[in-house]
């Protein structure tokens, strides 16, 4: 199938940069990251492991450690 898209300078740039380090054309670049994204590849590199029944963990900026105590505070606050 034949399509047109119409990729920003930028990228095209760093499609072409890439291309030439691995020896391969602009379009076999693209093929390759399209198929890695849609297979689900760019999920499991950001996460660090594989998508569970569809869904992905959040990426932690400063996690917290959430203790017993604090949830029975909000418990007790709420009143449950």
């Not at 020896?23 to 950001?46: C, I, N, P, T």
Request: proline content about 1%; charged content about 25%; overall charge neutral.
């Amino acid at each position: 199938m034949r399509t047109t898209l119409n990729i920003e300078d930028d990228v095209l740039a760093e499609t072409k940069v890439w291309a030439r380090r691995q020896g391969l054309s602009a379009v076999q670049v693209v093929f390759r990251l399209l198929r890695f994204v849609l297979s689900g590849g760019m999920e499991q590199a950001e996460t660090g492991s594989a998508v569970v029944a569809g869904f992905r963990r959040f990426q932690e900026t400063s996690p917290k450690l959430v203790t017993n105590e604090q949830i029975d505070q909000l418990r007790d606050q709420v009143g449950l």
